[in-house]
């Protein structure tokens, strides 16, 4: 009942030429899908990757959003400037952005709050360290950064946002975490969002798994039924891999 969603992330990859071409050799490829499918390119790609993806399927999505309307923040854009420029997603709270940017669960919820007010499709991402899931504090984790992160969203609101659950210790490893270990803290995020916002809101969230997800592990993982898609880092950036991975059910 979950339409899967099945979303690249590029990270810091690609000019806007490199985009255009990618776009272009993804759509044949992907024109059949059965799942949503989202480009999140960088920013200086969005008018190149919006104008390939013109009529076809593919959405596209931002990697970053500020939660002002407009002012002195260099280097920032805001939500009305992404819609504007033609984006639908944007990703918020990678564990990148956490990691190497000081991005903290006040600053996720701000962006949050600003994307889903102005139209955009939040794709919020959470997930834990190797030491934290060594600890066996995965659980508590998650649960505090999702509920976190939709504060002061309406269950209304909340259902339209995409969760990517991503390790961070499966992050360009490599290493992906088992089936049903996605499987299993991804229920633990449905559960946290149906304590909150009932359990009608949660069963209509889509949450993805990201962390080395690739052609050859997202059968497996797909099969999961708390698993409804996946955010894609290094096999996104290939046109034959990413679009393996959006026809993971043909
Ligand atoms: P990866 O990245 O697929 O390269 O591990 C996933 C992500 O960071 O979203």
Redesign the pocket.
């Known amino acids: 009942m979950r339409k899967p969603i099945i979303a690249g992330?590029w990270?810091m990859n690609k000019t806007p030429a490199e985009a255009a071409a990618l776009v272009n050799e993804l759509k044949p490829l992907v024109a059949d899908a059965q799942c949503d499918v989202v480009v999140c390119v960088p920013a200086v790609d969005i008018a190149a990757a919006v104008d390939a993806a013109a009529g076809s399927n593919i959405k596209v999505g931002a990697q970053n959003v500020h939660w002002a309307k407009s002012g002195a923040y260099t280097g920032e854009l805001s939500a009305d400037m992404l819609v504007a420029a033609g984006v639908e997603y944007v990703v918020i709270g990678?564990?990148?952005r956490r990691q190497y940017f000081g991005e903290t669960d006040r600053t996720v919820n701000q962006r949050v709050l600003a994307a889903v007010n102005a139209g955009l499709k939040a794709i919020l991402?959470v997930g834990e360290m190797k030491e934290v899931r060594e600890a066996g504090a995965t659980d508590g984790l998650v649960d505090f950064q999702t509920i976190m992160a939709l504060n002061g969203l309406t269950a209304e609101q909340v259902q339209d946002v995409i969760i990517?659950y991503?390790p961070v210790w499966?992050?360009?490893?490599g290493l992906t975490a088992t089936d049903e270990q996605a499987n299993e803290t991804i229920g633990v995020i449905r559960k946290a969002i149906a304590r909150k916002y009932g359990q009608e809101c949660a069963d209509k969230v889509r949450i993805q798994y990201?962390?080395?997800?690739?052609p050859k592990n997202v059968k497996g993982l797909m099969a999961q039924p708390e698993i409804d898609g996946g955010?894609?880092?290094?096999?996104?950036l290939k046109a034959a891999d990413f679009s393996l991975v959006v026809n993971y059910d043909k």
Do not use: D, F, R, V
């Open positions: 992330n990270k990678h564990s990148e991402c990517a991503e499966a992050i360009g490893t990201g962390g080395s997800m690739n955010l894609i880092g290094g096999a996104s």
